[in-house]
């Protein structure tokens, strides 16, 4: 069938016909937004370079988990900065930690929104890395305990679910297994399974404080030139125990989420980073893009590439355009 017999115009005639052809849709169940959670009362510190987005402390937490469940949104996922930070990232497993804190007061107050926590050392160690420090380099071995006590403190906090985003070898299967062990077999764990060494994590490193203070994260985070590579971490996360996997950032790598969910059709997760974030907040302040568009656009095209949840700063901007 071709042209002048079949014209696709027809189908693109008008708003509602549009809508009744239309592929995929976004809803605020597809969202989970980022928290970050600070010590101390009273802080909502914005971040400069993420317009919009704020370190708040657990008492401006709690007020923002309501809105968050009143606007729709079924989760957050939350990341801490702690007042003290240390060579092995000790305060990571503080029972009093900003993040357990946030936990207990979210499902005191707002029970039913799901409240996932990001585990990783490089909030918690004075140099930024993801793990202990050997040699100049991140010593694998060595941080898999680190992260299974962190992932641990959370569930015992209340955690409705876990994320490692380290990227060590080996970190699902430890955390699996320590959770087990302490009975909790019933926690999922959301891995960060294809995480690139990204320059658009800029942004959540001034948010989070985390910016590693030599070298980089190349030796643990994944080569954006590989896709097949991409492949094995997903095996090898499912294979420890992974009950949802992530593809993080999502735009750049939408040829992944694609490749993911076709090859196994888990669970997936993609992550709209800070700097992807970021790049559409300023062009808009400029006025070179319309910010709700590019943003609405953006959702929409990493759903379409495969994703089941979205992580991202625009989950509130984005439900309050859905609910309208
Ligand atoms: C922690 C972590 C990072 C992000 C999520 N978890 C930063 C990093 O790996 O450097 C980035 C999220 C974002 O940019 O929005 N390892």
């Known amino acids: 069938m071709s042209f002048p017999f079949y014209r696709p115009r027809r189908l693109r005639k008008g708003e509602v016909l ?130 299974s006590n962190e992932a641990l403190s959370h569930a015992e906090a209340g955690a409705d679910m876990v994320a490692p985003s380290d990227m060590m070898d080996g970190r699902v299967g430890s955390i699996r297994e320590a959770l087990d062990d302490n009975g909790f077999t019933n926690i999922p764990i959301m891995s960060y399974a294809a995480k690139y060494s990204s320059a658009f994590y800029g942004p959540f490193r001034d948010a989070a404080e985390s910016t590693p203070k030599f070298g980089d994260r190349r030796s643990y985070q994944m080569d954006p030139a590989n896709s097949n590579e991409a492949i094995r971490e997903v095996i090898l996360d499912i294979e420890e125990g992974a009950d949802i996997v992530m593809v993080k950032p999502a735009l750049p790598y939408l040829d992944i989420i694609r490749r993911i969910k076709e090859d196994f059709g888990y669970p997936l997760a993609a992550y709209n980073v800070s700097g992807e974030y970021s790049m559409i907040k300023a062009a808009a302040e400029k006025g070179w893009l319309d910010g709700d568009k590019a943003m609405m656009e953006s959702l929409i095209s990493i759903k379409r590439a495969g994703a089941d949840m979205i992580l991202t700063y625009f989950a509130k901007d984005a439900a309050k355009i859905l609910n309208k």
């Open 18 to 147: 549009r809508r009744m052809v239309r592929e995929t849709n976004l809803t605020p169940d597809d969202f989970i937004l980022p928290l970050f959670v600070t010590y101390g009362k009273g802080i909502k510190n914005p971040i400069k370079s993420m317009p919009g987005i704020f370190q708040l402390s657990v008492d401006n937490i709690k007020k923002e988990a309501k809105e968050i469940k009143s606007l729709g949104i079924p989760s957050v996922i939350l990341f801490g900065i702690p007042e003290h930070k240390d060579e092995v990232g000790s305060s990571a497993n503080d029972p009093h930690g900003p993040v357990q804190e946030a936990i207990k007061a979210i499902k005191d107050k707002v029970p039913d929104l799901v409240v996932i926590t990001d585990v990783c050392m490089c909030e918690y160690t004075s140099h930024g890395h993801c793990g202990i420090i050997k040699n100049k380099d991140v010593d694998n071995d060595a941080t898999l305990e680190l992260l």
